[in-house]
């Protein structure tokens, strides 16, 4: 059975204190790893391969395999470049205040689930339909409530769509007759 877990990176002016009110929501056999990136108020940020490689090394000292990728703001852009360079151990996307939608041609990878949480204008936002257009295979989500940044304003539905997001990447296990026997004390 995998590990259910899931990776926040936040953007260049937050920080890992803007997921605790999602991760506090979230079902407690949930893993969160929350990086400080080390992008937060310095004169020159790090390229974008040099953030990928610092995610990874994170990754490994904390031995995490695989996870749910969760990224707000220039986030997003890190979580889609990290899942382009290792897709194997990313298991879904959340992305959400996208900032750039093409990093040298970079799309998530085949068959990776990806949820888009938007919340600027309505259905119809042509900047929403572009992302969903350009990310193929991603469900499209848009919250609408005048804010534009749900996560920041409304973590409570950030986290409820996270959450079902989560249940579908991770799907439940069913017992099967050796789980049962050792229920049992057989």
Same mark, same amino acid.
């Given at each position: 059975m995998h590990e259910r877990a899931v990776v926040f990176l936040h953007g260049?002016?937050?920080?890992?204190? =803007?997921?605790?009110p999602v991760e506090s929501l979230l079902d407690e056999d949930v893993r969160c790893l929350c990086p400080e990136l080390p992008v937060s108020g310095r004169? +020159? *940020?790090?390229g974008m391969a040099d953030l990928v490689q610092y995610v990874d090394d994170v990754l490994e000292?904390?031995?995490?395999?695989? +996870?749910? !990728?969760i990224g707000h703001s220039f986030g997003s852009s890190l979580a889609l470049a990290y899942? @382009? &360079?290792?897709?194997? &151990?990313?298991?879904? %996307?959340? %992305? $959400?205040g996208l900032v750039a939608l093409d990093l040298d041609g970079? *799309?998530?990878?085949?068959?990776?689930p990806l949820l888009l949480l938007?919340? @600027?204008?309505? /259905?119809?936002?042509a900047f929403g339909r572009a992302a969903? #257009? #350009?990310? &193929?295979? $991603?469900?499209?989500?848009?919250?609408?409530?005048? =804010? =534009?940044?749900?996560?920041?304003? #409304? /973590? $409570?539905? !950030?986290?409820? @769509? *996270? &959450?079902?997001?989560?249940? =579908?990447v991770f799907p439940p296990r069913l017992l099967g007759e050796e789980d049962a026997l050792a229920l049992a004390g057989r």
């Open positions: 260049v002016f937050g920080g890992p204190s =803007d997921f605790e004169p +020159a *940020v790090p000292d904390k031995g995490l395999g695989e +996870a749910v !990728f899942a @382009h &360079r290792h897709p194997e &151990r990313v298991r879904g %996307l959340v %992305l $959400s970079l *799309v998530a990878p085949p068959g990776t938007a919340s @600027h204008g309505s /259905p119809d936002d969903a #257009r #350009r990310l &193929r295979g $991603s469900r499209l989500l848009f919250v609408i409530d005048g =804010d =534009d940044a749900p996560l920041l304003t #409304r /973590p $409570s539905l !950030f986290a409820f @769509h *996270v &959450r079902a997001f989560l249940n =579908d």
